[in-house]
């Protein structure tokens, strides 16, 4: 999905769409037809990979989920990492840091999560956090956040040479989808859990933080990891579009079944002569 | 699932049916059905039992799977716990002790993987390893092995009362179809990795191990955490009826969505008589 990819350089989030549907013409009962037929595929590549891992390889995946309150991080969980075998996922959920994460560098935590070999590593919220909450709310010095971004697109190279394949997803709602969908909570006693009166606070900060993506999307779409922004506002897009990133990632690591590193035929004689077993 | 809970008293494995379908009359067809149609109930009652960890609540679920290799350990994995949202599931895959985990008591690294609040924690094996192959192959004292037991009563006793509710489940496979399901392995080139020549060594300790098993569920089969034998020889049955056992156990806790904890209509005003954002 090249169209989704953003294109180098300055960022006006303003004017990416964020209820188009790039590259599907279909409507939502066939954007979730076309989800569910993802499955098998993914599910299949998921697998040789997680085979793979089993014999040294270093190679997986690091899908990094970032965007806005409500703009579906994990409704892409449940839909669309939840295709793929459980075994093979490892779901990060980055919150405010602990005491002991404040204490480190803002990479601690990361490095701390990252999938082990053959695994799909999903992050909701990441790094990106802290040039982002951190410099709206001014959590560190402007030099300090400042000099993340280097540091940033330093460790992403350095994951790419360590095997890690990273599909960097910024979730795209406008703020009026966002009002939509905050009402929706309020309306919904089954829902009232998932809202903070601090949300409606966020909002009045939605330019600053607007601003900061588009500093953080700037200054990190490197060729080793792009960024790309999904168009958010419907829900089984944006559910469609990463199952499609994940697809592609996987598909262009092209992981193979390992081979047997034991006589086939010579086990299959033992187990046809074993003694009776019961 | 009452049918499928172990009586106390002696275990008999070789008298408890591997191929049987307790509660079902349907064929492969309409179980994979009924599995599929489990989904929604199971990701509702997921959804509330988190829901409810979010507010102070300690419940959580532990599904915790034994079985003889092959006996689809990970197949309930992908096919039943897939079912609900990885976001809510903690799985953890204990294999033989690290180094360091052997420097500790054997429920060492079970605590360290218990489930936070809210979540399904799943093991695939467990601290039941410990007097399984432990006794089989002699990795520790018998009269180490044979205080574990109590060991294991008093843990699980100290987990129920700290809001953990136990579904521990032996797949039940029989010596035959295991050798079927190996030979399947050696049979299908995507599946080599799966296969070691080992799994055809301990064939020949089938009848300790099954020993080592009759010993742990009549020992472990306690009222707070009694033991579920599943028939495994078909897998349609044995992710069904592990996908029966999840919904029970979810159902019985009966999670309930949190109250607000906020002025719902005051936030509602609030949202509607916002400035405008974009």
Redo the contacts between chains.
């Keep these: 999905m090249s169209e989704l990819r953003l294109p180098p350089g300055p960022v006006d989030l303003?004017g990416l769409p964020s209820d188009a549907t790039p590259g599907f013409t279909g409507d939502k009962a066939d954007g979730q037809e076309a989800l569910a037929a993802l499955g098998p595929e993914l599910a299949d590549l998921q697998e040789r990979l997680f085979?793979e891992g089993?014999?040294g390889s270093h190679r997986r995946v690091l899908l990094l989920l970032q965007g806005m309150d409500t703009s579906g991080k994990?409704g892409v969980?449940?839909h669309t990492?939840?295709l793929i075998?459980?075994?093979g996922?490892r779901?990060t959920?980055f919150k405010a840091p602990t005491e002991e994460e404040r204490q480190h560098h803002f990479l601690w935590r990361i490095k701390r999560a990252l999938p082990e070999p053959g695994i799909v590593g999903v992050f909701?919220r990441s790094h990106y956090e802290d040039v982002l909450i951190g410099r709206v709310r001014g959590l560190a010095e402007p030099r300090t956040i400042e000099s993340r971004y280097g540091q940033i697109n330093d460790f992403e190279a350095e994951l790419a040479r360590d095997g890690v394949v990273l599909v960097k997803c910024m979730l795209h709602v406008?703020?009026d989808t966002q009002?939509e969908r905050?009402?929706e909570r309020?309306?919904n006693?089954?829902k009232?859990?998932?809202?903070?009166?601090g949300d409606?606070d966020e909002?009045?900060l939605?330019?600053d933080y607007r601003a900061a993506y588009e500093a953080a999307l700037e200054r990190t779409n490197t060729e080793i990891a792009p960024w790309y922004v999904i168009p958010a506002d419907r829900k089984w897009y944006r559910n469609l579009a990463v199952g499609w990133l994940l697809r592609d990632a996987l598909h262009g690591m092209n992981p193979q079944?390992?081979?047997?590193d034991?006589d086939?035929e010579a086990?299959?004689r033992?187990?046809e002569q074993?003694?009776p077993?019961?």
């Design positions: 303003r085979a089993t014999t994990g969980l449940r990492v939840g075998d459980p075994q996922v779901i959920s909701d406008s703020a009002k905050l009402a309020l309306a006693p089954e009232h859990w998932k809202f903070n009166p409606i909002r009045a939605w330019p079944w390992p081979r047997a034991f086939v086990q299959q033992r187990l074993e003694e077993v019961s």
